[in-house]
Structure formats: C-alpha cells, structure tokens
C-alpha cells in the first residue's frame, strides 16, 4: 500500500514552453502532497505544500507565479512550470501524506524535466 | 526548524552490519524521526520512523536514546544493492514539512 505516482517520468521541452507533472496517491487518499526539487548530487528541496481543496504554500524563493500547484482532489495534485527555462531542468519529485494522525509521507518515482 | 547532521558518506562491505548516527539537538516534544533511502533518479523510499527507545522493522532498527537528541540506524548484513544516499529526518509535530540534510551516501563493495 501507499503508492504514490507521477507522470510523466521523464519530459524534454523547448525553452519558454509550459510543463505539467502529475502526483497521484494510488491508494490512499492525500490531505497533503508536497512537491520537491533534487539537481544532481544535492538534496531534496522543498518546494511547497498543498492542501487539497486549498492555495499551496510556496517555500522562500520559489516562484508561485512560475511553479503553479493545483491539489484539486484527495488523489491528484499538479505542478505546471510555466515558461520553462534551461535551469529549471531538474528532478521533481512529489510526496503525499495521509489523514490525521499519518506521520508518514510517501514519495513518488520523480520526473526529469530538460528544458533544451 | 530540527536540524539534522550525519556523516556526508560511509563504506562498508557486504554483510557487515552498518549503523548511521544522526543528531538532531533541537529536536521538539512532537518530532518523529524519520529514514529515508534514496537511490540515483528515484523518489525517496520510507524505512523507518521512530520517537524513542528502539524501533525495529524487516529492514532496518532505529535506536534512540532517552534525550532523543540523536538516533542511530542499523542496517543488519548489507549486501551490494543497500548501496544508496540515507536521509535522517526530523519530522516536526502535525507531521507536515520535512526537511531534507544532506543524506549519507552510503557505499557497500565486495
């Protein structure tokens, strides 16, 4: 139990070009999904926290506007980069906790975007 | 925030037993701890999470002393494929953000 997915896996876009990722929990329903970054051979970064049914909450230097989070059910949220630039090519890598009293978070598989 | 500090990298050899200190000073009344195993291009796998005294699952033992100030994660007889970065985490009251240290990389050879 506690799956979580993401889609696509891997993505190559054009420099100026809007990218959509999926997070899926497969088997649990989601009260929280938080989204990371990982550049290589670095840690993961949190990038911000959402809330199904609620405006995400951005981490400190992370561009709301450029970075858009939707958590619009208990199974699903998305993260859109929006006018993707070369150094937004990194690991994106979802994360979905459950209802109250789960302390655990479950990762999904990560997604490689490269912004050409 | 509870911070974490673990040693950057560890070697070990297959079937030896490995253990992986984590300080956490600050670490709050409601913080869990946490373990995270992350192979190259993969999500982070969960493998233990514990509060206090000693915590033990079909993979891995957690051992933490009575001021919870630090934690130590034992992996019994490691074979090739443990190779991996290890997260220690504190994860705070309410169970939300985690933050994520710089991991142990942790090499496992012949």
């Known amino acids: 139990g506690a799956v979580v997915s993401q889609h696509p896996s891997w993505v190559i876009c054009k420099s100026g070009t809007s990218v959509k990722i999926e997070c899926r929990s497969l088997d649990f329903q989601a009260t929280t999904m938080f989204w990371y970054r990982q550049f290589p051979k670095q840690s993961l970064m949190l990038m911000a926290t959402?809330?199904?049914?609620?405006?995400?909450?951005?981490e400190q230097g992370v561009e709301k506007d450029k970075f858009l989070i939707n958590h619009a059910s208990l199974t699903l949220s998305t993260l859109t980069v929006t006018s993707a630039h070369p150094e937004d090519s990194s690991f994106y890598i979802c994360s979905a906790r459950g209802g109250q009293g789960a302390y655990e978070q479950y990762f999904g598989p990560g997604t490689r975007l490269t912004v050409t | 925030l509870a911070k974490t500090t673990q040693p950057i990298s560890m070697d070990s050899y297959e079937g030896q037993e490995v253990n992986i200190t984590c300080s956490h000073n600050n670490i709050a009344t409601n913080d869990y701890i946490t373990w995270y195993q992350q192979f190259p291009s993969q999500g982070p796998r969960f493998i233990i999470q514990?509060?206090?005294t000693k915590v033990t699952n079909e993979v891995a033992s957690l051992f933490i002393p009575a001021d919870r100030k630090s934690s130590t994660l034992s992996l019994p007889r490691v074979s090739l494929s443990d190779t991996a970065v290890y997260y220690c985490?504190?994860?705070?009251?309410?169970?939300?953000?985690?933050?994520f240290g710089t991991g142990t990389q942790l090499k496992v050879e012949l």
């Open positions: 514990g509060y206090k």
């Open positions: 959402s809330n199904e049914g609620s405006k995400a909450t951005y």
């Open positions: 985490l504190v994860l705070e009251g309410g169970g939300n953000k985690l933050t």
